[in-house]
């Protein structure tokens, strides 16, 4: 328990909680301005094309409508959070500075313009109207197209492999030469669509002290406002980006869509005189085509293990389907490169993974950020190996898990606290690995008749792992907080805080946990303390909510912020005002070569066991229980825990057996949720157990570590290994659909 009332430890109410609840919380959709003006934002509707004409006219006759933004209109017309590659707007007589085509349309959702009007209904009227005209250009629609390089997505990049991560560990000839058994396969990993609750939303104007201003839903304040700058071509100073509440990201707010079209359309308006916000609100089908997706994968990989288990020898060859532009590929394929070896000590390794751009959706950030690719490889092949040796799976990995003082896959030792073996045992102690199976209820999936009684066959399955918290491969990493404290000046002690904190709320309960940090840390009950969030005027930089960084390093900043603002105390500053930047040890790139360095300050690692059971009749699958296994170094609140473990391990079902993402020709065929099937109530796991450890990262505030991606990565290694367990097959690619199930059923031996 903490030393303060609703201090770290404690399970105080989220603040947020009851506005949620009644519907009364404000989100960027909400409250929209009377006098808003309204844009629609054109999607070319091309995978792959080169504009040849564009005539606004009609539309900027309609009734009703104020203007039509074009390329012509963007001052920087290049964007992206890690490469410039992308154009603000697609079109012809970009003036701009620019270091991309910009009269290309490499993706179906590609914006060419922007429409204000009165009302959303002329916005879409004169939407409608616009005439283009377009050159076809040959569609790059897979991988396999795209390594052909036949046709090249960004010619100026003479390749569509544009970015390469290679590990060149040890002797991999002697690996193999010391392998008695060998283990190899290829992995098909799908897209995902992120569904969050809240589309995409935003409101632009001109502030009282003349910035252009965004409220919207994001992950990182600062980046948005870096983003809209620089395409603008203003001072960062002269933007301020907000963030109303936020309905889920999961990683598809990372990245731009409303931000820096509708600061544009701000702009514009300003520049004729007009002084009135500026609205846009996504349909979900506009969301699912306009934003980017997990990344779809092809992986080939083989392990090679001595007969008493011991692995010898790993190589894999990794191709990450990065769409039509980077968004945060070159940043995933580092995570899926990492953990594609598993978490395992390797003597021995080959890994070489590639991005490479398609003419489709962009892939991007997504909760596990490439681990969730990577780790089912890893898993499945130990899993395949386990059943080959005859080991008992729990057993291989303790024969081969990282700990303390290990040389990780890319020749650095891991940072300390290793826990990896107290969490894999932890797991399976929880779910009695070594004991029968408990009996569950009778099986009877939705909208199928009651199994026959002898078609339901039941199965376990175990997978452990490990993920990143933080920033990788030598990014600057940091966070800035600021802290205030309240008295009367003969006070001894502070009677009140306020944090001030960028770091965005994007459901985890991130504002929670830093209230109550901010409790622990200055020693004020919860309830006196108040905070300031996610607003550029008036927070630091914190850095994106992703990564499961926030906890571990807005502590900290929080700690240091604390601290700072007890000297000012003492020195009878009322208020007493302390501002910390945090800065985590530094991270490394990896040679290019060997993928020699030390890509991570910080670990988080988890442990599951699924339990499955499978109508091998009809191919239906159930998911009865889950252990889910976590060293979280200290919770700082653990009902917020339990939440990130219960609603990871529903997002990954949906991801491992319903969620199918259709994509032909550069398109989305299913763009619509009554489509694509995200898991309701009735689908999740039956029972989700959150077995939760403090063993202290010695770098964490109060210990804890970062774990929102960590129960999402291996959920689907062990479901595969579950059904494995109960049906004899398995599988190298999912989702687990029925169809796929039962046809592979009735192709089995």
Known sequence: MSGVAGGVGDRPIRQDGPGKVTGATRYPADGVPADALHAKVVFSDQ????????????????????????????????????????????????????????????????????????????????????????????????????????????????????????IDKGDIAAGWAAADVVIEGTYELPYQEHAYLQVEAATAWIDDEGRITVETSGQWTHEDREQIAHALDLDEDQVRVIYAAIGGAFGGKEDMTLQIVLALAASKLQQRGIDRPVHCKWSREESIVGHHKRHRATIHARLGASSDGKITAVEADVWLDAGAYNYTSNKVLGNAHLSVGGAYEIPNARINSQAIYTTTVPGGAFRGFGGPQGSFVAETQMNKLAEALKIDP???????????????????????????????????????????????????????????????????????????????FGFPERC????????????????????????????????????????????????????????TAFTGDSGSASASRLTFMAGNSILGAA????????????????????TPPPTELLDPETGAGQPNFAYGYMAQVVEVSVDVETGHIRVDRVVSTHDVGRAINPALVQGQV????????????????????????????????????????????????????????????????????????????????????????????????????????
């Open 646 to 749: 219960e609603g990871a391990v529903a997002q990954a079902h949906g991801y491992t057996l319903s969620e199918r993402l259709v994509v032909q020709d550069g398109r989305i065929l299913n763009p619509r949720l009554s489509q694509y099937l995200i898991p309701g109530i009735g689908d999740v796991p039956e029972h989700v157990e959150s077995v939760i450890l403090e063993l202290a990262d010695p770098r964490g505030p109060w210990g804890a570590r970062g774990m929102a991606e960590m129960p999402y990565i291996t959920y689907a290694p062990a479901v595969i290994a579950a059904v494995h367990d109960a049906t004899g097959v398995w599988f190298n690619e999912f989702p687990l659909t029925p169809s796929m199930v039962l046809a592979a059923l009735v192709d089995a031996p």
């Open 47 to 166: 995978p792959h094309a080169r504009m040849v004409a564009f005539d606004a006219s009609a539309a900027e006759a309609v009734d009703g409508v104020v203007m039509v933004l074009t390329a012509a209109d963007v001052p920087v017309n290049e964007y992206g959070l890690t490469l410039f590659d992308q154009p603000v707007l697609v079109g012809l007589n970009s003036t701009g500075r620019t270091a991309v085509a910009c009269d290309v349309s490499r993706w179906e959702a590609d914006k060419i313009a922007i429409v204000v009007a009165e009302t959303p209904e002329a916005a879409t009227q004169g939407a409608a109207t616009l005439k283009v005209e377009w050159e076809p250009l040959p569609v790059v629609g897979d991988i396999e197209a795209a390594r052909t390089d036949e046709v090249l997505v960004h010619p100026e990049a003479k390749s569509n492999i544009y970015t390469e991560l290679n």
């Open 480 to 535: 800035v907080a600021e802290v205030h404290l309240f008295g009367d000046e003969g006070d001894d002690h502070p009677t009140g805080a306020e944090i001030f904190h960028s770091g965005a709320e994007v459901g985890q309960g991130a504002h929670q946990a830093f209230r109550q940090m901010t409790a622990e840390a200055t020693g004020v009950p919860l309830d006196q303390v108040t905070g300031t969030f996610s607003d």
């Open 394 to 472: 729990v057993e291989l990995r303790r024969i081969n898990t990282l700990r303390d003082g290990s040389d990780g896959i890319t020749q650095a030792i891991m940072p300390v606290g290793v826990t990896l073996p107290e969490v894999i045992d932890a797991c399976a102690e929880s779910a009695a690995f070594d004991e029968p199976m408990a009996e569950v209820p009778g099986f009877a999936p939705v909208a199928t008749l009651p199994p026959s009684a002898d078609a339901v066959r039941r199965g376990r399955g175990f997978a452990s792992g490990y993920k990143n918290v933080g920033f990788s």
């Open 563 to 582: 601290e700072e603002a007890e000297k000012a105390w003492r020195e009878g500053a009322r208020p007493a005002i302390g501002t910390f930047r945090y």
